[in-house]
């Protein structure tokens, strides 16, 4: 099956600074990939959507200022949080697509980013 | 409104037994249907996919069914296992645009 690494896999940072996610599709090309964000006993919330080489299309509500994304090649987008605050820490969850957001999405295991 | 609504919210049985989650959703047009297996702490994985002509799909100890008449889905897991305890999620696809609409989950806990 399709594997999709993230790194870090947790991270604990000061608030102000900037925390960057790596997504990397390991054995396929991903054409789009997508970032979500989990909080505790909730359910996945999409942030934003990207392909590769274009600007990513952000959910409403999601400042693009602050979830930095790159997509830069078919095997790598990045999220960047910058400014971090408390009420960012959640778990943040990327997947790729061979296709479109009509074909199956891959998973990556998962960030968990705690902002103190 | 395009939702998923999962039942229960969360159910505890024990190993060998089976059970059966509930997904109804308001969603349309309808593309498809996905259950999601996510183990705490993980990204989810997928188990099924169904689109509007499947009334059921099988993958090893579970078993999805789509009723598209009615807008359900059921997953039926079978002789349950202690590693299936996880949150199971329903997402359905609209066809308009694509976009997934994530259910809540129930999360399962099988006891020894």
């Known amino acids: 099956g399709a594997v999709v690494s993230q790194h870090p896999s947790w991270v604990i940072c000061k608030s102000g600074t900037s925390v960057k996610i790596e997504c990397r599709s390991l054995?396929?090309?991903?054409?789009?990939m997508f970032w979500y964000r989990q909080f505790p006993k909730q359910s996945l919330m999409l942030m934003a959507t990207?392909?590769?080489?274009?600007?990513?299309?952000?959910e409403q509500g999601v400042e693009k200022d602050k979830f930095l994304i790159n997509h830069a090649s078919l095997t790598l987008s990045t999220l960047t949080v910058t400014s971090a605050h408390p009420e960012d820490s959640s778990f943040y969850i990327c997947?790729?697509?061979?296709?479109?957001?009509?074909?199956?999405?891959?998973f990556g295991p998962g960030t968990r980013l705690t902002v103190l | 409104k395009n939702q998923v609504e999962q039942s229960p919210q969360s159910l505890i049985i024990l190993e060998g037994k089976n059970c059966t989650l509930q997904?109804?959703?308001?969603?349309?047009?309808?593309?498809?249907l996905r259950w999601y297996k996510q183990d705490t702490g993980r990204g989810p994985v997928s188990l099924t996919i169904?689109?509007?002509s499947e009334n059921t799909k099988s993958n090893g100890r579970y078993t999805a069914t789509l009723d598209a008449d009615t807008k359900q889905s059921s997953l039926h897991i079978t002789a349950s296992q202690l590693s299936d305890s996880a949150s199971y999620i329903c997402?359905?696809?609209?066809?308009?645009?694509?976009?997934?609409?994530w259910g809540a989950g129930t999360k399962l806990i099988i006891k020894p």
């Open positions: 990207s392909n590769e080489g274009s600007k990513a299309t952000y």
């Open positions: 997947s790729g697509s061979q296709g479109s957001l009509m074909d199956e999405q891959f």
């Open positions: 054995d396929f090309q991903a054409t789009t």
């Open positions: 997402v359905v696809s609209a066809r308009s645009n694509y976009q997934l609409i």
């Open positions: 169904m689109t509007f």
């Open positions: 997904c109804n959703y308001t969603v349309s047009p309808f593309s498809n």
